[in-house]
Every structure is written in C-alpha cells, then in structure tokens.
Antibody, heavy 120, light 110 residues
Framework: QVQLVQSGTEVRKPGASVKVSCKTS????????VTWVRQAPGQGLEWMGW????????NYAQKFQGRVTMTTDTSTTTAYMELRSLTSDDTAIYYC?????????????WGQGTLVTVSS | QSALTQPPSASGSPGQSVSISCTGT?????????VSWYQQHPGKAPKLIIY???KRPSGVPDRFSGSKSGNTASLTVSGLQTEDEADYYC??????????FGSGTKVTVL
C-alpha cells in the first residue's frame, strides 16, 4: 500500500534551519508530485508548496518563497523540506502528502506529520 | 492568498445530517472544479474524503457528499455517526499550481 513515513520530532532555536524527510513506498515515486502542508498548534492547514519527483520542479506558496527548499532523492524515494531562518511562528506539525489526479488536485495519502518546535 | 472561509463549528445528533460550507473567490474555488475535503481526527493526519468537488475515494462511506455552486462548496455528512466527530477542511486549486485550504470546521456529534 502507498505509505509516506516522516522523520521524527525536531527542536530548533530561532534563526536555525530544519530539514524534514518523507520516505515514500508502495508506488512509482517519479510518477507523482509531493506536497508539504503545515499546521500550527490549534490552527488550520496551510499549503507550503510541492515538488515533482519526476523532474524536481517546485512551486512554493508566496509566503515561503526564499525560505523553503523542497528536494527529492529518487534513489531512496524520499522527499525533503528544508525551512530556514526559523521563528516561533514556524512551530507546527509539518505534513507531506502525495498529490494525485490528472490535474494534480488532491492530496492522498498523508504522512504522519513531523512536529517542529522553535524555541530559545 | 487568503484561506477559504468555513464556519468554525457545526453539530448534529446521531443519524442527522450536517452541512459545512466553504467560500472562496472566483480566482480560486469559483474558478475550478478542483475542490477536495479532508477529515482530521485529533492528533492524526488529515484524510481525503472528497475530491474534484463530489467524488469519493474508495473506502469513504457514501454518507459523505460534496457539491459546489459559484464560489461556495459544501460538504454534507448524512446519518451522522460518533466517529464523524472531527475537524474538516476544504481545499481548492488557486491557479498557477498553487492551493489554498479552508479555515476548518469542527464537527461535534451531540
């Protein structure tokens, strides 16, 4: 079955960077796009961007432009999301999800989430 | 890109129906038939329950249905069950390969 398994909890100080991984299995990695979504404590979902596993093309939400980098490693079928210049506002659970549909319009399935805490 | 607007809460008794609205603009929700809905139980990852406005993935009960009119999409849960108590989020394609989520609705089964 299709699975996305994310890396564990991270704690960072303000100004630092974090890189979250998303190991995929059960499907042909390069045929799909992976998206990243975050959820601050008690808040809603926020779309961050996506990356094509086929050619590495990315598309980031304007809010994160210049501060986020999404990459993939086709040899290990893993997607990565790196966020830099962290502030306390970046404290959130970060999810990866496979993007599906001919028009890339839905997200399924999702990883279990990675909690990133930013605190001095 | 502003979040789509959802009511903060909705509720119903077991067996009843509850509907959740999701309002956007002509630049996002109103401009495309690419609306999806996600169910999220506390402490869990979101789960897809509706895609392309009204289609249900395999395994999702037919108690869940979706529709859209103009700039507003709706999710209806018929025959409410206790396990339907969760947060629900809509999501729409917003052009230029970007997406926007709704603000979320907490559904309570009374």
């Amino acid at each position: 079955q299709v699975q996305l398994v994310q890396s564990g909890t991270e704690v960072r100080k303000p100004g630092a960077s974090v890189k979250v991984s998303c190991k995929t299995s059960g499907y042909t990695f390069i045929n799909y796009v992976v998206t990243w979504v975050r959820q601050a404590p008690g808040q809603g979902l926020e779309w961050m961007g996506w990356i094509s596993a086929y050619n590495g093309n990315t598309n980031y939400a304007q809010k994160f432009q210049g501060r986020v980098t999404m990459t993939t490693d086709t040899s290990t079928t893993t997607a990565y999301m790196e966020l830099r210049s962290l502030t306390s506002d970046d404290t959130a659970i970060y999810y990866c999800a496979r993007v599906d549909g001919y028009n890339l319009d839905w997200f399924d399935p999702w990883g279990q989430g990675t909690l990133v805490t930013v605190s001095s | 890109q502003s979040a789509l607007t959802q009511p903060p809460s909705a509720s119903g008794s077991p067996g009843q129906s509850v509907s959740i609205s999701c309002t956007g603009t002509s630049s996002d929700l109103g401009g495309y038939n690419y609306v999806s809905w996600y169910q999220q139980h506390p402490g869990k990852a979101p789960k897809l329950i509706i895609y392309e406005v009204s289609k249900r993935p395999s395994g999702v009960p037919d108690r869940f249905s979706g529709s859209k009119s103009g700039n507003t999409a709706s999710l209806t849960v018929s025959g409410l069950q206790t396990e339907d108590e969760a947060d629900y989020y809509c999501c729409s394609y917003a052009g230029s390969n970007k997406y926007v989520f709704g603000s979320g609705t907490k559904v309570t089964v009374l």
